[in-house]
């Protein structure tokens, strides 16, 4: 059974297991950006002729962390944090699986630190050309991996949420425009993350 709390602000009913979620997923994006973030500075502090600060193994190392992490991970992680927020707060619902929900957050954190935890052991400075002939390491791929089929479980639990609400009717008439844009952005995500995934198993 869903447990609520009003926002006193808002005075939006918020389900409590969508309430941690969004701000587990929304507080990984940020620290992951924070680390993609340090990494681009290193880059640009190499790239400055006065500091020139990495030699040339490491700058390649810097810019695939910095590329993994500021182009995949953050972004992934805030789009679930968002996707969730816009079907449930938005929509007067409740989130629908949420074990599974914890399951896909669990796997994108483990993915990405497994991926990242390649990347510095100096094994897997690809950046995304990551298909031979350059190789990384198998953690790399592995990482990657985990971290998709995570995120494609979350938009899932998206999915079966906002179905559930309408039949449930926590909402009328059609979906609000914020929460029918996420909807788009989760579709768009779904393809292009299975397409990526799907491509890596060769590799």
Not at 168 to 183: H, I, Q
């Amino acid at each position: 059974m869903a447990e609520f709390r009003t926002c006193p602000e808002t005075g939006f009913k918020i389900d409590l297991a969508a309430d941690k979620l969004i701000k587990w997923n929304a507080v990984a994006a940020v620290v992951f950006l924070l680390v993609g973030g340090l990494f681009g500075l290193m880059v640009a502090l190499t790239r400055w002729p006065a500091v020139h600060l990495l030699p040339a193994d490491l700058f390649y190392l810097a810019l695939t962390a910095h590329g993994l992490d500021v182009l995949l991970v953050w972004i992934i992680f805030f789009e679930i944090a968002l996707i969730y927020f816009c079907a449930t707060v938005l929509l007067n619902a409740r989130l629908v699986l949420p074990k599974v929900a914890w399951v896909a957050f669990w796997m994108m954190l483990i993915g990405a630190a497994i991926t990242n935890v390649a990347v510095l052991s100096g094994e897997s400075s690809v950046m995304f050309t990551s298909y031979p002939p350059m190789k990384a390491a198998q953690e790399f791929y592995l990482g990657i991996l985990l971290f998709a089929v995570g995120a494609l479980l979350g938009c899932l639990v998206f999915f079966a949420t906002i179905i559930t609400a309408k039949k449930e009717k926590a909402y009328e008439g059609s979906l609000p425009l914020v929460t029918f844009g996420a909807m788009t952005a989760a579709i768009i995500a779904v393809f292009t993350i299975l397409s990526g995934a799907i491509i890596l198993i060769p590799t």
